[in-house]
């Protein structure tokens, strides 16, 4: 049998959580907390579990019974408190938008397959966006946070001039190939099985700088992925570059890693099927097949995009050359895009240290694995420009503190850091726009250090702080809350557009 409980443990973890609260705690936290053996407080959780005194809400966090439902504490707002608040505010109401919005649907679509990226959104998505405003051919469509290039094929195809930054070079490569619409399908091919033959003679390359190379590919895989990178053409030109996407695509998929959304191994799988070659053949003759589909649609494309790699807070375009803007920026304490394209920054040659690494990470939208140097003028919770934002930066802060074991205690500052990320790139767009153009944003909301933290309508309010007017907010879908599974999370279109005269310029 085993041994019980001694009851001051029992006490002592029950005190602990009460602390920890909504935010709770792993087990790993409550033994250091309360300075016992893991496998102590283990059993001690397990106990109090069947009592049905402790719960676990996802994550390895366990809460006191009194914190399963969050809307019930009174220091907790939420969504609905702040759905009523923000229609009282502005006089806006929720809508709901019908349709795909994720990325999945497009994974079988031409062109939109040749590099699957989790975090974008439906091509259906755009075009219904792009047909709705009814543009003429040639309007600029721009996407300041452009990722593998979603928006950019769709305002092509539809005839319009495809704009985007993006900070990723991977995603940048992506959506240049994706929208060189010109890319010759035969010349695609033939170069491709040059490069196949050529990879097969050559010897063994070096590995990229990444330490955990070895882990995440099988030993074969990982030599012919070197002798393949090694034979492929110089970047820069049209099937050089297309050549180098197919190559970036197979890498996922012929290692033991995953997205799903983050990066990491999947333990389900016993090893990839096929080899890095046929993979790559495979890619290459599904992108020579999509061009010639393209290719029907020829009298309707747009004038060449253009894909800058850059920071969308700095990047400027022209003043009022912009039609209709439309993005899903990164989402608050969402995905560090960084770590989670390591892998192809680092093949691709486009990271050669961790160095490098480091310094897109500073450039990215703020999210959690932001460096702490970083964070240092953000630490206040008052006078970031929104009372809510404020108040929900005082709420995080103390759910941290009254943690005191939570990953950084710097989250309020991240989150503020965030914000001001976006308002900067905001400011880009709404210069950029034409008066009465609109900007089409994909937002989530999100919980964090058990607050609760409407991304969808702090983004609208921040659009107006900049001098856009708030048109719109509709729900497209629901999520789960990674932090806890059965908090249900939402995902907005906010459109935003810029007033015909006066305001735009007046903030900021
Ligand atoms: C949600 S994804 C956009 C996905 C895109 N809509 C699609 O369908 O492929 C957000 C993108 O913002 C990029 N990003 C993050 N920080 C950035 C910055 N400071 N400037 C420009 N792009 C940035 C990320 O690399 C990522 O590709």
């Known amino acids: 049998m085993p041994a019980a409980v001694p009851p001051e443990l029992d006490v002592a973890l029950r005190g602990a959580l009460e602390e920890t609260g909504a935010v709770g705690a792993t087990v790993r936290q409550l033994a250091s907390r309360i300075d016992h053996r893991r496998e102590w407080v283990e059993r001690a959780l397990a106990s109090l579990s069947l009592r049905g005194d402790v719960l676990r809400i996802g994550r390895g966090l366990y809460v ?90 769709e305002a092509r195809r539809a005839g319009a001039r495809a704009l985007g930054t993006e900070l990723l070079a991977p995603a940048v490569l992506a959506a240049r190939v994706k929208t060189r619409f010109e890319l010759n399908a035969s010349a695609l091919r033939d170069t491709a099985r040059q490069v196949l033959a050529r990879a097969r003679r050559r010897a063994v390359g070096p590995l990229p700088f990444l330490r955990e190379t070895r882990r995440q590919f099988d030993p074969v895989a990982l030599e012919d992925l070197t002798r393949l990178r090694d034979a492929l053409p110089a970047a820069g030109t049209p099937v050089g570059d297309a050549l180098r996407l197919a190559f970036g695509r197979i890498l996922i998929p012929s290692s033991r890693l995953h997205r799903s959304p983050c990066l990491g191994y999947d333990r389900r799988r016993r090893g990839p099927e096929g080899s890095p070659f046929e993979r790559f053949l495979a890619a290459t003759e ?170 969808d309508l702090l983004t609208a309010r921040l659009g107006a702080t900049v001098g856009l007017e708030i048109v719109s907010v509709e729900v497209a879908r629901a999520r789960r809350s990674g932090q806890r599974r059965s908090f249900v999370l939402r995902e907005s279109v906010v459109t935003l557009r810029r007033p015909r005269s006066g305001g735009a310029h007046a903030k900021r």
């Open 64 to 153: 006191l019974r009194a914190f399963e439902h969050l809307s019930d504490r009174v220091d907790f707002v939420d969504p609905a408190a702040y759905v009523e608040r923000f229609s009282r505010e502005n006089g806006i109401s929720l809508g709901e938008y019908a349709g795909p919005i994720t990325f999945r649907a497009n994974e079988a679509l031409p062109i939109h397959r040749w590099w699957p990226y989790v975090q974008g959104y439906s091509a259906e998505f755009v075009r219904g966006i792009v047909s709705t405003a009814g543009l003429p051919h040639g309007a600029a469509i721009l996407d300041p946070f452009a990722g593998s290039g979603t928006t950019l094929v």
């Open 286 to 455: 599904a992108m020579a097949e999509d061009l010639g589909q393209l290719e029907l649609e020829r009298p309707r494309w747009g004038p060449a995009s253009r894909v800058v790699e850059g920071d969308a807070r700095d990047v400027r375009w022209p003043a009022g050359s912009v039609a209709l803007a439309i993005t899903s920026p990164p989402y608050v304490n969402g995905m560090d895009y960084v770590m989670n394209y390591k892998v192809d920054l680092a093949w691709l040659g486009y990271a050669r240290s961790y160095a490098d690494l480091a310094a897109l990470r500073r450039a990215e939208v703020a999210c959690d694995n932001l460096p702490r140097s970083e964070t240092a003028a953000y630490l206040g919770v008052s006078g970031s420009g929104d009372p809510w934002l404020d108040e929900i930066l005082s709420r995080i802060r103390e759910n941290v503190a009254r943690k005191r074991s939570y990953r950084r205690d710097d989250v309020h500052a991240v989150v503020r850091r965030y914000f001001a990320d976006l308002a900067a790139a905001l400011v880009r767009v709404r210069d950029a726009l034409a008066p009465d153009g609109r900007f089409v944003l994909v937002v989530g909301d999100s919980l964090l250090a058990g607050a609760y933290v409407p991304g």
